[in-house]
């Protein structure tokens, strides 16, 4: 026998699911609003990064990427050099989130990768300086060792085959910028396998020392960070979460309504 309030209660939650799905965001202009690139960033933990592929730092030395990942955890980044705004918010947050966290230097090491091929070693010195200057500004009058920050260029395959492998995609930029593309640091394992990743360009202290302390015992993340990660996407133009995201968030508020309407039901039939 269905219960009239528990149909009721179920009736109402998927008709406001369905008006939420459909509803504008906020004050939306009638006009049609250009879609933002087909952007992505999804690392899967687990998943193994090319450790043969060649790419050259910023000195100009030819190397495999294994090769740079060393005994500890490494934070990874990909983006570009010249990037005028996001990269440099990211990698400034990567080192602020060191910092506050107290991780030290010797912890993990910070390789930053350009996704452009026109980029060059003298493109990464010049941002790796930059990098270094802004770790010593933050660090004062503290003598500790600074973070291991490297900035990688390489070729097209070599570059393809490093974002195929943590889910990067990216796309031509506008007048403002050369390429669109999301910001997140992944961090990697000693044997080159994702342990975790946060996205955004600003990361909590906390979240980041521990993810360095389970990536450098060779820990990799579960099956809920996968989520996570898929509720972390952001529209890169506007900062909004994109749609499979919001698709998820609203089915799991659904899902809610409907367990608080089972719970209502039988604690009523029980009373």
């Known amino acids: 026998m269905r219960c009239p309030a528990f149909s009721l209660t179920l009736t109402l939650a998927l008709a406001r699911a369905a008006a939420l799905a459909q509803a504008p965001a906020g004050d939306a202009p009638l006009a049609p609003v250009p879609k933002p690139p087909a952007v992505s960033f999804m690392p899967q933990p687990g ?13 100009g030395r030819l190397v495999r990427l294994g090769d740079e990942l060393g005994p500890r955890a490494t934070l990874l980044m990909l983006g570009w050099h010249r990037c005028p705004q996001l990269c440099g918010l990211a ?9 506050q966290g107290g991780v030290p230097g010797s912890a993990a090491r ?10 060059t070693a003298a493109d990464a010195a010049e ?17 500790g060792a600074p973070p291991d ?22 796309q031509p930029g506008d ?5 669109a593309h999301p910001a997140g640091v992944v961090v990697v394992t000693p044997e080159g396998r994702v342990s975790r990743a946060l996205m955004g360009v600003r990361f909590e202290p ?15 993340g579960t099956p809920a960070d996968r989520i996570a990660l898929l509720c972390a996407q952001l529209d890169p133009r506007a900062g909004l979460h994109d749609g499979a995201a919001m698709l998820l968030a609203r089915l799991a508020g659904l899902a809610t309504l409907i367990g608080l309407g089972l719970f209502a ?4 039939r029980l009373s």
């Open 47 to 59: 998943d193994a990064l090319p450790l043969a592929a060649t790419f050259t730092d910023s000195s």
């Open 91 to 99: 990698t400034q947050g990567v080192l602020e989130a060191l910092r």
């Open 110 to 119: 910070v390789v930053f990768v350009s996704v452009d091929p026109a980029e």
């Open 127 to 143: 941002r790796r300086r930059a990098d270094l200057g802004y770790a010593r500004l933050l660090a004062g009058r503290d003598a």
């Open 149 to 170: 920050v490297e900035r990688l260029v390489g070729p097209l395959p070599s570059i393809r085959a490093l974002a195929r492998s943590v889910g990067f995609t990216w």
């Open 175 to 179: 007048e403002r910028a050369r390429l």
């Open 206 to 220: 906390a979240e980041l020392r521990s993810a360095i302390d389970d990536a450098g015992d060779g820990r990799v």
């Open 265 to 268: 039901w039988r604690h009523r």
